[in-house]
C-alpha cells in the first residue's frame, strides 16, 4: 500500500484530495495548521495529522509515524490575495519559506521521493493573452502571486541542481463544495439574504477559467503518476474562459433565484482582468478527461450550500 503525504490536507482541497486518496486504498497522512479531531481525521481519510508549520521537525515528526511517502502533495501556503496584501511577510513564510523547508527535508533524507506542489494562475497576473502558456511574461498583481512564483522557482532550482522529482500545477480558479470563501460563497450567501436582488464588486467583465474540485483533484493525481517524473509544469485548467458576469447568472439559476444583477464598477486590489489557461501542454503530458462542465460544477455547488446552510 502507498504512503502519501498532503501538506494543507485541512484546506479546501487538501480536504478533497486526501478523501480520494484515502479512496483509492492509499495510506494519507497530513501536516498543516489547525486541530483536526479524531472523527474529522477518519472521515477526510488521514492515518495522522501533525498540526504546524511545514519545517524540517514535523516533517522529521510525520516520518517517525509514517515511513518516507512515495509523494507529497505540497498544498499548504497562502490562499488569499486579500491577506497577502495585508499580512505580506506572513504569505512570504507560508508560500516561501515552508516549500524551501519541505525541499531541503527531502534533498537530505530521501530524493526519490515525488513531489507535486500546487501553485496558482496568479503567477500571471494580466498579460494580456485570450489563454496564457506556461512559458512567458510574469506580471503578478500581488504578494500572493510574487511568493508563488518565488516558490515555483525554488522548485526548479531544486530539480535541476539535486535531481528533486517535483511537478508544479498551476491552479486556476478552482470551486466546489466546501468553498466557504471567495466569490461563489459570496454569492451564494447574498442570495439567502436578498434573493430578488444581487450587487457585486468589479465590473462583471472579469474573465476566470473554472475548474471543478474533483478535477483538480484528479490532475494533482495523474501528474504525480507519471514516470519517469522530471521538473515539470502546468497548467490546472479547463481553457475556457467565463464571465464573472455569467458566472453570477448561471448561479443565481442553480441557486432558483432570479435577481436584479448588478456591479460595482470598482476593480478589487490584486486583481487581474482575465486569468484563462492554455491547456496545450496539460493535455500533451495527461490523457484524461475533466468530468465537470461549469453548469454541472456549479449546480453541484449550490446543491452543498444549500444543504451546509440549512
Same mark, same amino acid.
Given at each position: 500500500?502507498?504512503?502519501?503525504?498532503?501538506?494543507?490536507?485541512?484546506?479546501?482541497?487538501?480536504?478533497? /484530495?486526501?478523501?480520494?486518496?484515502?479512496?483509492?486504498?492509499?495510506?494519507?497522512?497530513?501536516?498543516?495548521?489547525?486541530?483536526? +479531531?479524531?472523527?474529522?481525521?477518519?472521515?477526510?481519510?488521514?492515518?495522522?495529522?501533525?498540526?504546524?508549520?511545514?519545517?524540517?521537525?514535523?516533517l522529521q515528526q510525520l516520518f517517525r509515524c509514517t515511513g518516507f511517502p512515495d509523494v507529497i502533495y505540497h498544498l499548504a501556503g497562502g490562499s488569499s490575495v486579500g491577506l497577502s496584501l495585508q499580512t505580506p511577510a506572513e504569505d512570504f513564510r507560508r508560500s516561501v519559506v515552508s516549500t524551501a523547508?519541505?525541499?531541503?527535508? %527531502?534533498?537530505?533524507?530521501? +530524493?526519490?521521493?515525488?513531489? !507535486?506542489?500546487?501553485?496558482?494562475?496568479?503567477?500571471?497576473?494580466?498579460?494580456?493573452?485570450?489563454?496564457?502558456?506556461?512559458?512567458?511574461? #510574469?506580471?503578478?498583481?500581488? +504578494?500572493?502571486?510574487?511568493?508563488?512564483?518565488?516558490?515555483?522557482?525554488?522548485?526548479?532550482?531544486?530539480?535541476?541542481?539535486?535531481?528533486?522529482?517535483?511537478?508544479?500545477?498551476?491552479? #486556476?480558479? %478552482?470551486?466546489?463544495?466546501?468553498?466557504?470563501?471567495?466569490?461563489?460563497?459570496?454569492?451564494?450567501?447574498?442570495?439567502?439574504?436578498?434573493?430578488? #436582488? /444581487?450587487?457585486?464588486?468589479?465590473?462583471?467583465?472579469?474573465?476566470?477559467?473554472?475548474?471543478? !474540485?474533483?478535477?483538480?483533484?484528479?490532475?494533482? %493525481?495523474?501528474?504525480?503518476?507519471?514516470?519517469?517524473?522530471?521538473?515539470? /509544469?502546468?497548467?490546472?485548467?479547463?481553457?475556457?474562459?467565463?464571465?464573472?458576469?455569467?458566472?453570477?447568472?448561471?448561479?443565481?439559476?442553480?441557486?432558483? %433565484?432570479? +435577481?436584479?444583477?448588478?456591479?460595482s464598477g470598482h476593480k478589487r486590489p490584486g486583481d487581474p482582468f482575465s486569468l484563462v489557461g492554455d491547456t496545450t501542454r496539460l493535455q500533451e503530458a495527461l490523457s484524461i478527461?475533466?468530468?465537470?462542465?461549469?453548469?454541472?460544477?456549479?449546480?453541484?455547488?449550490?446543491?452543498?450550500?444549500?444543504? #451546509?446552510?440549512?
Amino acid at each position: 500500500m502507498s504512503v502519501v503525504w498532503v501538506t494543507g490536507a485541512k484546506g479546501f482541497i487538501g480536504r478533497h /484530495l486526501s478523501t480520494y486518496l484515502a479512496a483509492e486504498g492509499l495510506t494519507v497522512s497530513g501536516l498543516g495548521h489547525g486541530a483536526l +479531531p479524531p472523527e474529522l481525521l477518519s472521515q477526510q481519510g488521514l492515518t495522522h495529522w501533525i498540526n504546524g508549520d511545514i519545517d524540517a521537525h514535523n516533517l522529521q515528526q510525520l516520518f517517525r509515524c509514517t515511513g518516507f511517502p512515495d509523494v507529497i502533495y505540497h498544498l499548504a501556503g497562502g490562499s488569499s490575495v486579500g491577506l497577502s496584501l495585508q499580512t505580506p511577510a506572513e504569505d512570504f513564510r507560508r508560500s516561501v519559506v515552508s516549500t524551501a523547508a519541505l525541499l531541503e527535508w %527531502v534533498r537530505i533524507a530521501n +530524493p526519490k521521493i515525488k513531489i !507535486v506542489v500546487s501553485s496558482s494562475a496568479a503567477v500571471y497576473g494580466s498579460i494580456g493573452l485570450k489563454r496564457i502558456p506556461e512559458i512567458g511574461q #510574469f506580471t503578478p498583481y500581488s +504578494p500572493y502571486g510574487f511568493h508563488k512564483r518565488t516558490a515555483e522557482l525554488i522548485c526548479e532550482s531544486y530539480a535541476q541542481n539535486f535531481g528533486l522529482k517535483i511537478a508544479v500545477v498551476r491552479l #486556476f480558479s %478552482v470551486y466546489g463544495p466546501g468553498l466557504c470563501k471567495q466569490l461563489l460563497w459570496d454569492l451564494c450567501c447574498r442570495l439567502m439574504r436578498m434573493p430578488d #436582488f /444581487l450587487e457585486l464588486h468589479g465590473t462583471g467583465a472579469e474573465i476566470r477559467d473554472w475548474l471543478y !474540485v474533483a478535477d483538480a483533484v484528479k490532475l494533482l %493525481v495523474a501528474v504525480s503518476e507519471l514516470e519517469p517524473l522530471e521538473f515539470l /509544469l502546468l497548467n490546472g485548467a479547463t481553457g475556457i474562459g467565463t464571465s464573472v458576469r455569467d458566472v453570477a447568472i448561471l448561479m443565481c439559476k442553480a441557486m432558483g %433565484v432570479a +435577481p436584479e444583477v448588478k456591479f460595482s464598477g470598482h476593480k478589487r486590489p490584486g486583481d487581474p482582468f482575465s486569468l484563462v489557461g492554455d491547456t496545450t501542454r496539460l493535455q500533451e503530458a495527461l490523457s484524461i478527461q475533466l468530468d465537470y462542465s461549469l453548469n454541472l460544477g456549479l449546480a453541484e455547488y449550490a446543491k452543498w450550500f444549500k444543504q #451546509f446552510r440549512n
